[in-house]
């Protein structure tokens, strides 16, 4: 069984950065791929990250060189710093897990954090 728990969202200015994390429970959390979705007010949910199992990584364009997913296996713990946000950046955050290997975990979500950037 996975839980998880995001944290670290905030409000920050155009350029600014943040760092989420995502904790995680369960046993098997070196075992499972970890993900970052976000859904902004009226779109849909949005994969950003991933960083699977063996620690191979994953970026939708848009934050292609600005994002970066890492995990800390000892402390079964997911984190995405965020480097030069932009307003379009604004959304929810949800960290995402599943079992193995694979591009986009769903097995598994937190309830995500607010993130919001203004110009």
């Known amino acids: 069984q996975v839980h998880l728990v995001e944290s670290g969202g905030g409000s920050v200015q155009a350029g600014g950065s943040l760092r989420l994390s995502c904790a995680t429970s369960?046993?098997?959390?070196?075992?499972?791929?970890m993900g970052w979705y976000r859904q902004a007010p009226g779109k849909q949910r949005e994969w950003v990250a991933t960083?699977?199992?063996?620690?191979?990584?994953m970026y939708v364009d848009s934050v292609t060189g600005r994002f970066t997913i890492s995990r800390d296996n000892a402390k079964r713990t997911v984190f995405l710093q965020m480097n030069g946000l932009k307003p379009e950046d604004t959304a929810v955050y949800y960290c995402?897990?599943?079992?193995?290997?694979?591009?986009?975990?769903?097995?598994?979500w937190g309830q995500g954090t607010q993130v919001t950037v203004s110009s």
């Open positions: 995402a897990a599943a079992w193995g290997s694979i591009s986009f975990p769903r097995d598994y």
């Open positions: 369960g046993s098997i959390f070196s075992s499972n791929s």
């Open positions: 960083i699977t199992s063996g620690g191979r990584t």
